[in-house]
Structures are given as C-alpha cells and as structure tokens.
C-alpha cells in the first residue's frame, strides 16, 4: 500500500511540475510576442530564467520552505511585470499546500489568489466579475481538496499506528502465555517436588537441576520479548521525535540530524531504528568514551539509513561472526538482518566510531 502511495505521489508531483514548466513558458512566450523591444522585456526574461532555474534546483534537491519562498518571490515580481504569469498559480497553490503546515498553507492561498485576481483583471483592462470570482472559486476547491486529502492521510496513518500497537500487544500476550506462563508453571511443580523430596538429596537436586535449566530458558525467551517491544519512545511520537528523546538521555552531547524527504515508515522499522540508535549510543558512552555524538538518519530512494558517529577512543573492526549472538552491535546487526538491511561498523583506534544502520526500501513497502 505504501508503496503504491509513493507511486502516485510521484506521478502527481510530474504533473505538477510538468504544468508549472508548461504554463510559465506559455506566459513568457504571450507576453513576447505582444511586448517584444519594451523596456521591460528583457526584465521579464531575466525574472523567467531565474524562476525556471529555482524551481529546477528543488526537483534536483529536497525542497524546503527557502526554496518556496525564492520560487514564489520570483513568481510575484513575474506577476507584477507580466500579468500573464498568474496562470502558473494552480502548481505553486498545490505545491504550497503540499510542503507548508495547514495553517500557513492557507494563508498562502489566500495571498496568491489575491495577485491572481489583481492580475486578471489587468489583463482585462477593468473590473471583470467572472475573472475575480473564478480564481477564488477554483483556490477554494483545491485548498479544500488538498487539505482533506492530508488529514485523510494522517488519520489513515495514525489508524494503521493503532492497529500495529494493538497486535503488537496481542502477539506479546500471546507469547507470554505460550512461551513462559508454561515454564513457570513447570519450574513451580518441580520445586514444589524438590521441597518434598527433601529427604533425598539426588532426587531433590534433579528436581533443582530441572528447574535451573527451565527457568534460564524461561530467562533467555523474556529477553527476546523485551527486544521485539517497541520503544516507549514512540509510543506517542514521530520516529524523528523519539530519536530526538533517546539522545536526550545518552549522557552526552548528541546532535540529531534529518536528511531528505521524510515519509512514513512501519512500526517495525521505527522500533529497530530507535533501537540500534540506543544501543549505539551507549556503546558509545560506556565503551567508546565519546565526548559528543552525532545521530542523522537519511531518506533516500531506495533505503532510510541511520548513522550514529561518536569521537570516543575508537577500536579494530573485527569480522562478524555469521550466526552470533550477544548484545551490543551483534543485537543490532540482528535487528537490521531481519528487516533485510545491514549494520556496518567504521573504526579505529583514536578515531571515533560510526554505526550505520541500512534498511532497504522493499523491506518497509
């Protein structure tokens, strides 16, 4: 589903940009061709150049609200100098209530549609209704749209959150009447039967060997349940807000970082990530002696990434070993393998450290 959710994200961005490219050379090219040799044409081309290549730049790179506010600045003095340009108005009204909070969103329509109308009617040589009715009309509309699609979007996000945090419970409670409510029960019958052999040492002492061997198995299966729960942190937060909380309580210095489009990842992947990012900064507070620590995590297209570098003491990479098991980075490795990623390690002594955890994209579609 998320996947074919980032599909039509992209074809709408396409369309989007496609027409915004369409509509400002439409109006450059109406605009020469009735005012070619005025004093302001070569003013009109430079302000078109500089608007194509600013909004090139935020295809080429993430867009963020300076790029937004370099596009419709250029876009207002176009505007003001070449009525005609207005029409470009409907990519950068969608593009605006994609990228800006609701609030700020609207009001940018609000501002827009006033230049359109302006502008319009400029074109018309005098007040025409139907030219400052229409472009409110059609804001109006797509505001609307826009803005209902995003909170259908958050609402169907925070559904699917519930309903992964309600299996999650299911599949715990599950598990601890299957895997340890049965050991416990036969831990109890076995000491209860060594306390009534107690007059016969080798029969008391199986029962006790027999109840030692249950009760490390019981010991062994809880410490797997406790590393499959998702982190408090994010019981009420964003991955970026947990991360943000786990470096709070490192106990040393951490910069957290985000890098590139964020979208919105399974409940899954954000406990590994915050996991990882635990265990990598204690690693780094207990062992590497660090001072300071950065944490980033990176959008890309094909993975989210997150690296957690440190300027402690360093050590020598060893190989892993296939098939270990521990705590530390041999736990994170086996987080990051069951998603389908990898966890490498860069080091060495007197260097600092860094953790990188790779989820691939197919693991979280």
Wanted: hydrophobic share 50%.
């Amino acid at each position: 589903m998320e996947g074919m959710a980032d599909a039509d994200t992209r074809w709408l961005a396409a369309v989007m940009h496609s027409a915004f490219f369409l509509l400002v050379l439409g109006s450059a090219v109406r605009y020469l061709t009735r005012h070619e040799g005025t004093a302001l044409a070569p003013w009109v081309i430079g302000f078109t150049a500089a608007l194509v290549v600013a909004y090139g730049v935020g295809l080429l790179f993430d867009r963020h609200l300076l790029w937004l506010t370099v596009v419709l600045a250029l876009w207002v003095v176009l505007v003001v100098l070449a009525p005609s340009f207005a029409w470009s108005a409907i990519p950068l009204l969608v593009t605006g209530l994609r990228t800006l909070p609701t609030g700020q969103a609207l009001a940018l329509v609000a501002v827009i549609t006033a230049l359109v109308v302006v502008a319009q009617n400029r074109l018309a040589d005098g007040f025409d209704p139907n030219l400052t009715i229409v472009p409110i009309a059609i804001a109006a509309v797509t505001a609307a749209v826009i803005t209902f699609m995003r909170r259908q979007a958050e609402r169907l996000r925070e559904s699917e959150r519930r309903a992964g945090v309600l299996a999650e419970r299911h599949r715990v409670s599950r598990e601890l009447h299957d895997a340890l409510a049965q050991g416990l029960s036969s831990q109890a019958m076995l000491l209860q039967a060594a306390d009534q052999a107690w007059a016969q040492p080798e029969l008391a002492r199986e029962h006790l060997r027999a109840a030692q061997r249950i009760g490390a198995g019981n010991l062994s299966e809880a410490r797997r349940l406790v590393q499959d729960l998702a982190p408090a942190d994010l019981a009420d937060a964003t991955l970026e807000e947990a991360l943000r909380a786990v470096a709070g309580r490192a106990g040393l210095p951490v910069e957290v970082r985000v890098d590139g489009t964020t979208r919105p990842l399974p409940e899954r992947v954000q406990s590994t990530l915050v996991r990882i990012a635990q265990g990598a900064l204690a690693n780094a507070r207990e062992h590497a002696e660090a001072g300071r620590a950065v944490l980033t995590l990176t959008y890309l297209d094909d993975q989210v990434v997150l690296d957690v570098a440190d300027d402690g003491r360093g050590f020598v990479v060893a190989e892993p070993v296939p098939g270990e098991r521990g705590h530390g980075l041999p736990a994170m490795r086996v987080r990051a393998r069951q998603l389908g990623g990898r966890l490498t390690v860069e080091s060495a002594p007197g260097q600092g450290t860094v953790v990188s955890a790779a989820i691939p994209v197919e693991a979280i579609e």
